[in-house]
């Protein structure tokens, strides 16, 4: 139900927008956000944002990188500058909601590869 694009290759110092669709219906959403898998590691948490578009981010792109939702909720970006060669991953966007019993499900996209050339 999630679909990230805007992936690419890009030089050191460079700028990408990660694009992140939602299909169907994802009802109540509490927060979304993006993820990475940098090749070999482990899925980092880059940022994140609520519905009331409060943001955190990672130290390591703070200042750096930029999420934002649309008005309707269905759309979540990424707007990368001065991007690294460790920013070269694979970048999943991810929504959370939940029920009224307390109970949150999360939501995946397919991934988009960032390849940062030094």
């Known amino acids: 139900q999630l679909q990230a694009s805007g992936g690419g290759l890009v030089q050191a110092g460079g700028s990408l927008r990660l694009s992140c669709t939602a299909y169907?219906?994802?009802?109540?959403?509490?927060?979304m956000a993006w993820y990475r898998r940098p090749p070999g590691k482990r899925r980092q948490l880059v940022a994140t944002?609520?519905?009331?578009?409060?943001?955190n981010y990672a130290d390591s792109v703070r200042g750096r990188f930029t999420i934002s939702r649309d008005n309707s909720g269905n759309m979540l970006y990424l707007q990368m500058i001065s991007l690294k060669s460790e920013d070269t991953a694979v970048y999943y966007c991810?929504?959370?909601?939940?029920?009224?019993?307390?109970?949150?499900?999360?939501?995946w996209g397919q991934g988009t590869l960032v390849t940062v050339s030094s």
């Open positions: 944002i609520t519905g009331g578009s409060s943001s």
């Open positions: 991810n929504a959370v909601n939940g029920d009224p019993w307390g109970n949150e499900y999360d939501y």
């Open positions: 169907g219906s994802i009802s109540s959403i509490i927060r």
